[in-house]
């Protein structure tokens, strides 16, 4: 099931770094630095209240629906899911409205922060949909979803961008995509409701699982934003612009990676655990862990070689420098948050011992904030990112440890060395290539890092590199012959 997700979902993945390069190319050229800033706080403030209300039933919905379908019980799986999802639909509009009327703040960032908001029930019903589809191992019609979202929301925003929407238009982009996706996917999803029963014990038992989830998120997110905030109180919305810039340049391609390997790996965990038990499972999450290193590590070292180049060709002239310089830091945040998020956070949900999540994610979150508040007003950018890096790794080491007194899972101490050894040489070998700027020199050290590593990959065996090769090689040649 993992291999057939992770095939599946490559388009996915393609799309998602295509359009996340290209939003940073369009949007950091058509949003000034403040406008940026403001995209980034509204950005934020989305997250931070769409994790906190509806990602609960999100993560029922994609760890409980095996279960349920095993004991012929999924539309009461359902009606519970939907039928909370109304109730906290309908609570939360009133509240919100006011606070977004009544809080004082400049009329583009209430704009913003508006669209952002209007946004949120639209996308998390729309992502019912498809953790429905991900969990019952419908990868083409989850891989649907996601590239429509993600495509047309782009383009959308783009639009928007260009006619002087200003800060709000990405959030517009991805919210008129999301509604647009509903019109065909909801009667779909709305059929399993069927002869469905609301279950108030199903309902708390969901609410009991999911909201240290969410809480857990709402910690990752405070991680992933502070700074932003802090950035902004004292240095103003130009630096948060520029700063969110390098972040998504880094953060937004290793993010891609971990999230198509995430698409996979997860509902493959689950079937492995429900069906075959903690066998199985290690088995399965020793395949998924090795791959995840073997593609992740390197792209992160990647990211860092050519973080100046990358820069001069994808973001607007007022922001490059800066976010050159944000870039190889986060780049390093990336691969501790996207291993903790997509493999050590698998231990909690898989034993359903989500309280130890949100104990795990409280260590990094405190210590980013204290961090933060100390390292950006003395050092400003060089502070932030300082104190992101430090945050991840000890988030990493936390979860790890924590992860393993709800089940253990294996960490492929092999194929990190591996990796390591294969990363640092080809860091040494890039190292070399002149550095020309601009697109020559991007494409100068990323072929040659490239080839090194792989050329490593393959000699070293990194994550079974060479025998799958060669399976391939001969499954090819079969058919050609």
């Not at 109730?87 to 409205?97: C, D, N």
Request: charged residues 10%; contains cysteine; positive net charge.
């Amino acid at each position: 099931m993992f291999w057939r997700g992770v095939i599946g979902y490559l388009p996915v993945n393609i799309v998602q770094g295509v359009t996340g390069l290209l939003g940073l190319v369009v949007f950091t050229r058509l949003l000034p630095p403040a406008q940026y800033g403001v995209y980034a706080l509204a950005f934020s403030v989305m997250s931070l209240v769409y994790t906190l209300s509806f990602t609960w039933l999100e993560a029922a919905m994609a760890r409980f629906y095996a279960a349920e379908a095993e004991a012929q019980a999924l539309p009461n799986h359902f009606t519970t899911l939907y039928r909370s999802f109304a109730g906290l639909a309908l609570a939360l509009a009133v509240p919100v409205g006011l606070v977004l009327w009544l809080w004082p703040m400049p009329v583009e960032l209430k704009m913003a922060i508006g669209v952002g908001l209007v946004s949120i029930p639209i996308r998390s019903l729309a992502k019912l949909g498809q953790e429905r589809r991900r969990a019952a191992g419908d990868v083409r019609g989850a891989a649907v979803l996601d590239i429509f979202m993600t495509s047309v929301g782009f383009a959308a925003g783009a639009g928007l961008a260009w006619a002087g929407l200003g800060g709000a238009a990405p959030l517009a982009g991805v919210g008129a995509a999301a509604a647009i996706c509903l019109i065909w996917a909801l009667p779909v999803e709305l059929k399993g409701l069927r002869g469905g029963h609301f279950e108030r014990g199903l309902a708390e038992r969901y609410l009991a699982y999911g909201v240290p989830v969410s809480l857990s998120l709402i910690l990752a997110l405070v991680i992933a934003t502070t700074d932003r905030f802090v950035l902004a109180a004292y240095l103003g919305e130009s630096s948060v612009g520029v700063y969110h810039a390098g972040y998504s340049l880094a953060n937004r391609t290793l993010d891609v990676m971990f999230i198509w390997l995430g698409m996979a790996g997860g509902p493959a965990a689950v079937a492995a655990l429900e069906r075959g038990g903690k066998a199985a499972l290690d088995a399965v999450a020793r395949e998924q862990s090795s791959f995840m290193i073997a593609l992740a590590l390197p792209a992160a070292v990647g990211l860092a070689l050519v973080s100046r180049p990358l820069a001069e060709v994808m973001i607007g002239p007022a922001l490059r420098m800066g976010a050159a310089h944000v870039t190889p830091w986060i780049a390093g945040s990336g691969f501790f948050g996207g291993m903790t998020t997509y493999y050590f956070h698998t231990a909690f949900t898989l034993g359903r011992r989500t309280r130890l999540l949100l104990a795990a994610m409280t260590i990094p979150a405190v210590s980013n904030l204290i961090l933060t508040l100390v390292l950006i007003p003395r050092f400003g950018l060089d502070g932030a990112m300082w104190a992101t890096l430090a945050s991840y790794a000890l988030g990493a080491v936390a979860s790890f440890a924590l992860g393993r007194r709800a089940i253990a899972l294996p960490l492929p101490w092999a194929t990190l060395g591996q990796a390591l050894l294969a990363s640092a040489a080809m860091a040494l070998v890039v190292s070399l290539v002149p550095s020309t700027g601009g697109v020559l020199e991007l494409f100068a050290k990323a072929a040659v890092g490239a080839a090194v590593y792989g050329a490593l990959a393959l000699g070293l065996d990194i994550s079974g590199a060479r025998s799958r090769g060669l399976s391939l090689a001969r499954g090819l040649k079969a058919r050609t012959a």
